[in-house]
């Protein structure tokens, strides 16, 4: 798997209220070379005493759990610290708690059927500081901001004037892959999809998001929406 960011191991904490589901977390990440889980819980409260005693980089918090749950969990943690993120694990693909969870402040929102690698990779993306959604989640986000937006506008489904400047700025790969991002793919499947290297495609969308003027992929999406380029 990929190499640590650091020499220092990145600190994580594995919050769920089922056993199994934490051991299986545990046993992926604990085999990651420049990762460490420095513990588990199987509640909120606990996921709160926790942080605050062992400062981990990285909390995977469950939503639904006995007493406090991961929501108003997430909220108690960020309030004590800004050092430490939260990435959201459900089975729940549900709205309600994508924003919930966003609103609490947590960096990321992932399936609990994500894959191993997957998840190894999202943990080393918000410990960079960015923020990540599962392809499903933001689809839903986009979803939900474009019915926000329909309103302001008077033609909806007809592209923004600045559509053509959007794609004339990109190369036909930088615009493939765009329209790639807001189908909700992630570096992984596109690279599959179009016979290039997982790195090759980071490098597209790095400049990607420099010519967009945007800071993350979701950003893109949405202005890949708002713009009318994808409906």
């Not at 765009?178 to 495609?201: D, F, P, Q, Y």
Request: one cysteine or more; glycine letters at 6%.
């Amino acid at each position: 798997m990929s190499e640590a960011l650091s020499d220092e191991p990145i600190r994580i904490l594995v919050v769920d209220d089922q056993v199994m589901v934490r051991l299986g977390f545990v046993l992926v990440l604990g085999n990651e070379p420049g990762m460490t889980v420095v513990g588990e819980a199987g509640d909120g409260h606990t996921a709160v005493a926790m942080t605050r005693a062992l400062h981990p980089d990285v909390v995977l918090m469950d939503i639904r759990m006995p007493g406090l749950d991961g929501i108003a969990a997430t909220t108690q943690i960020l309030a004590d610290s800004d050092a430490t993120k939260v990435v959201v694990l459900t089975t729940f693909d549900d709205e309600e708690y994508v924003f919930e969870s966003l609103a609490a402040g947590a960096c990321g929102f992932l399936l609990k059927d994500v894959e191993p690698q997957e998840l190894v990779d999202a943990i080393r993306q918000v410990v960079r500081g960015d923020r990540l959604l599962a392809p499903s989640v933001t689809r839903q986000v986009v979803s939900r901001y474009v019915e926000l937006q329909r309103t302001a506008r008077q033609n909806p489904d007809e592209p923004s004037p600045d559509a053509q400047a959007l794609v004339e700025a990109l190369s036909p790969r930088e615009h493939e892959i765009w329209m790639l991002l807001a189908e909700g793919h992630s570096n992984r499947h596109i690279a599959r999809h179009l016979g290039i290297t997982e790195n090759t495609v980071k490098g597209h969308v790095s400049a990607l998001l420099v010519k967009l003027g945007v800071v993350s992929r979701v950003q893109a999406v949405i202005l890949a929406y708002r713009s009318g380029l994808v409906r």
